[in-house]
């Protein structure tokens, strides 16, 4: 069968055109260092390495929400902290004025100490972090307590801030305003003393201080428990770090190419199209003599 010049040159032209296109995918994936880069390089390999990347979307996600949450416990904590020395100063007063030292004039002076502390609580009640209030519940837009420490009737600081910290799994950061503030009686319990101060009633003042150590008591179990919600967000993050360590591992095992393979690559695809070239050049420069013999 007779080769024709056209059927050469084009023949030659094909193959040039291929290496050509061999080269630039050699450059390409040296270039992005990935080995598959579109899901045409390796379908099965793309598909793994989709679902991959949306697990490590995924547990960045989680990362975050834990991480908004020990800020939020961080912030409470801090709170029933200040509440702490606030009722520890509130009995020293009420301690003081119990007694038969105390007298109109003394336990007025006491009254106004309280009032502040009270106001102080009220303050921590409306704590704000982050662009929104911390004890606020499901309305944690609107601000939980009056000056007077009684909340909204109709959006009460109720329901606590949930964060999904895996895929299965959900924990609670802080608590509500209902359960620092309102189940604690703390408001109640400084306002009766308050009153008490303010009557001389010596009496009413003694049986104070059994309230103010229930309350007291209490403030103490809320810390215990924001502790413990710490240490089970510290070993979610340590798990979800350990996790996405081996979700990288898998997607660069799967998606990113071998340097000094894709480089050894790259120089054998330039020999191939330089000695295609070659060869299309000499023969195209045969004289029609040379090429009869």
Do not use: C, W
Not at 38 to 54: C, F, N, V, Y
């Amino acid at each position: 069968m007779r080769v024709t010049n056209h059927t050469f040159f084009q023949s030659s032209l094909e193959n040039i055109q291929k290496g050509f296109s061999a080269l630039e995918e050699a450059n390409r994936r040296t270039a992005s260092g990935l080995k598959v880069e579109r899901p045409s390089d390796d379908p099965t390999a793309a598909a793994e390495i989709l679902a991959t990347s949306g697990d490590i979307r995924a547990n960045e996600q989680f990362t975050r929400n834990i991480e908004d949450g020990n800020r939020r416990l961080h912030a409470e904590e801090v709170v029933l902290s200040s509440m702490t020395d606030i009722l520890g100063r509130t009995k020293e007063l009420a301690t003081g004025e119990a007694g038969g030292t105390g007298d109109a004039a003394s336990r007025a002076a006491a009254k106004l100490e309280v009032d502040q502390l009270f106001f102080a609580i009220v303050s921590h009640g409306n704590t704000f972090v982050a662009g929104a209030y911390l004890f606020g519940g499901r309305y944690a837009d609107m601000k939980p307590f009056d000056p007077t420490g009684a909340p909204s009737p109709t959006q009460p600081p109720q329901g606590e801030h949930q964060l999904q910290i895996s895929e299965t799994d959900t924990a609670t950061a802080n608590h509500d305003g209902q359960q620092v503030f309102l189940d604690t009686n703390i408001f109640g319990v400084m306002g009766d003393l308050s009153t008490a101060l303010d009557a001389d009633d010596s009496t009413a003042i003694q049986s104070s201080l059994s309230d103010l150590d229930l309350v007291f008591d209490r403030v103490q179990e809320l810390l215990t428990e924001v502790g413990a919600r710490a240490n089970r967000l510290d070993r979610a993050l340590v798990h979800i770090e350990t996790f996405e360590f081996t979700l990288i591992e898998k997607r660069s095992s799967l998606q990113d190419a071998d340097l000094a393979e894709t480089a050894l690559h790259f120089a054998n695809q330039q020999n191939v199209l330089q000695g295609a070239m070659l060869a299309t050049s000499r023969a195209i420069s045969l004289t029609i003599t040379e090429y009869l013999r």
